[in-house]
């Protein structure tokens, strides 16, 4: 497909702010809060936490005590 072709496609928002969350926890290698993914995304709480929540349920981020996140084996 032509470069020119790629950039004039709509992109889907949802999908670009979920990897951008998943990007955010594999350079930062180790433990995330909530607070430092709304902090370094620039994304609203509600949608932090709904990206999250859907990142757990499809296997991708695990949750662990105290509200931290990290990202499954093979996430990455």
Known sequence: ?????????????S???????????QL?????SHHEVVAGTGLAKATVSRLLFTLCATGH???????MYVLEDGSA
């Open 1 to 13: 497909m032509p470069e020119d072709a790629t950039e004039a496609q709509p992109t889907i928002r």
């Open 61 to 67: 981020v695990r949750r662990l005590e105290r509200g």
């Open 15 to 25: 999908l670009e702010r979920g990897l951008a969350i998943l990007r955010m926890m």
């Open 28 to 32: 930062a290698d180790r433990p995330i």
